[in-house]
Every structure is written in C-alpha cells, then in structure tokens.
C-alpha cells in the first residue's frame, strides 16, 4: 500500500482535460511545497513534469499543471493526446525520517 | 541536463548481494545528489534512498535500512547502490536518478535484477 493515494485509472478524450488527484496527509503533501509528478510510458524510465506542486521543468508541455490543496495534490492535463496514454505517479517529501513518498500511479488512457 | 548510465541487468540468488552502478555522462555524480527508486514487475515506484556525495551524507527508507548501501566514488564519477540478503520480491528495476529538492530530473536507463534460486 502506497503512502499516497492516486485513482487506479483515468481517461479521456483526445482534446479533453482531465485531472489526477493524489491525496496524502499532514505528514507529507498537507506539509511541504515538494510535490512532484512523473510520467511514464512502458519500460521507459520516468519523466519528471512538475516539481514543487506547480512549476514546470524545461521542456515540458504547458498542457501539464499541477495544484496543490491541503493534504491532496493534482496533476490536470489538457488537450489530451494520444502520446499522453502512460502511467502518472505523484511523489512527495515526508519529511527527515520518511523523507520520499509516492503514490501508487494512475494510468491514462486516451480514449 | 547530465545522462546517467546504470550498468547492466542482473541475476540473482537469494540470500546474495547486487551492486548497481550509475554513471554521469557528461559530468559527475559527486556534483549531484543521487536517488535510488525500484520498480518491481507491473507495479508502482518505491524510493530506496540517496547520497548527497559532496558532504557524503546517506539517507535510506526504514524498509531497507541494514540491507542497502548506497555510496559514490568521486574519482570514477560514478555512484553505487548494494542490496544484500536478496529475497525473490526484491526482483525488480532499480533507476538512479538525480536529486534536486526531491524532484527527480535526470534518469538512468534501469537495471533489472532478478532474484531466483
């Protein structure tokens, strides 16, 4: 069991936007601005797409934002394409004895 | 944006150790923090920990604490993750990956290990 929490699955349309949440407590997300998102794709290493809960490496589709409210943290994509079709998992700071959480990913699917 | 090269897959048996290495392409991992994230077989990411070698701190996950060891070498630039006591559940991809603030910018490639008798 992950220490943060993301739906299994996600999907969308080609053009449509669609959201993820990870949702973590007060020990990791609710307390630090060190929220990260990966993208995926299969047997492919992860990408990072935003760290610090909003900004953006660069390099990265500003089709990719990310939130940040209380302890859940969510990742939106818009214009959805079928590239995007990958796995999506949240990472977070918890903290000087846990120190890295992630969440259990979600996978997207382009519909 | 510095490439990391991991050394090649692995296999295992159980009760042994595996070192994996992580090398900087165009630079060195002594300027870098360095993480170590694993994957196993259709599952999710699991951090395992990392190295600030400038100042040669190490932290690691409790899960693992006593059974990895995570170390850089500055005169090769290449830093290095050992995982003993294998057990066939610590099959998997394990990645290096630089360390800023917690996010994760540069991967390496992956190395598979696989622990089977």
């Known amino acids: 069991q992950s220490a943060l929490t993301q739906p299994a699955s996600v999907s969308g349309s080609p053009g449509q936007s669609v959201t993820i949440s990870c949702t973590g407590s007060s020990s990791d997300v609710g307390s630090y601005n060190l929220v990260s998102w990966y993208q995926q794709h299969p047997g492919k290493a992860p990408k990072l797409l935003i760290y610090e809960v909003t900004k953006r490496p660069s390099g990265v589709s500003n089709r990719f934002s990310g939130s940040k409210s209380g302890n859940t943290a969510s990742l939106t994509l818009s214009g959805l394409q079928a590239e995007d079709e990958a796995d999506y998992y949240c990472c977070s700071y918890a903290g000087s004895s846990t120190h890295v959480v992630f969440g259990g990913g979600t996978k997207l699917t382009v519909l | 944006q510095v490439q990391l090269v991991q050394s090649g897959p692995e296999v295992k048996k159980p009760g042994s150790s595996v070192k994996v290495s992580c090398k900087a392409s165009?630079?060195?991992?002594?300027?870098?923090?360095i993480t170590w994230v694993r994957q196993a077989p259709g599952q999710g990411l699991e951090w395992m920990g990392r190295?600030?070698?400038?100042?040669?701190?190490?932290n690691y996950v409790q899960k693992f604490q006593g059974r990895v060891t995570i170390t850089a070498d500055e005169s090769t630039g290449t830093a290095y993750m050992e995982l003993s006591s294998l057990i066939p559940k610590d099959t998997a991809v394990y990645y290096c990956?630089?360390?800023?603030?917690?996010?994760?910018?540069?991967w390496g490639q992956g190395t598979l290990v696989t622990v089977s008798s």
């Open positions: 190295i600030i070698p400038v100042v040669g701190i190490t």
């Open positions: 990956a630089t360390d800023s603030d917690n996010s994760f910018e540069s």
């Open positions: 165009g630079g060195t991992v002594s300027s870098y923090t």
